[in-house]
């Protein structure tokens, strides 16, 4: 069976999330330490890591170009990674397992790219 390839886009629902203050150093290494320990565990799905999406940007239509961020004010798309996995299932499981969708209010999108 040929693997798919599925987007996740980090949300971050501000109005769930409870205010917090910066994380301490120490606070700081044990998130790396668990996001690492992620990326290790996944890194046969993992195919493209992405990245942190700036604020701004335009939406482009064959009339127009206008600015955005694009989303409801209440939610944050903070930013994306590319993943193949077996099935839906899977690719949800890899996501389940994010120390990114610990975080009070925070979510991924998991939909799957169409190649064809």
Same mark, same amino acid.
């Given at each position: 069976m040929a693997r +798919?390839?599925?987007?996740?886009?980090q949300r971050s629902a501000q109005s769930k999330a409870p205010a917090r203050e910066a994380p301490s150093p120490a606070q700081m290494e044990e998130m790396y330490a668990k996001f690492n320990a992620w990326k290790e565990q996944f890194?046969?799905?993992?195919?493209?890591? %992405? %990245? +942190?999406? !700036?604020?701004g940007g335009k939406v482009v239509t064959s009339d127009d170009a206008t600015d955005g $961020?694009?989303?409801e004010a209440k939610e944050i798309v903070g930013g994306y990674?590319? =993943?193949?996995?077996?099935?839906?299932?899977? !690719?949800?499981? =890899? !996501?389940?397992?994010?120390?990114?969708? !610990?975080m $009070?209010?925070?979510?991924v999108? =998991?939909?799957e790219i169409a190649l064809s």
């Open positions: +798919k390839t599925y987007l996740f886009i890194r046969e799905n993992i195919l493209d890591m %992405g %990245g +942190k999406l !700036a604020g $961020p694009f989303v990674m590319i =993943v193949t996995a077996d099935s839906l299932d899977e !690719a949800v499981e =890899v !996501a389940r397992q994010s120390p990114g969708v !610990a $009070p209010g925070s979510s999108e =998991v939909r």
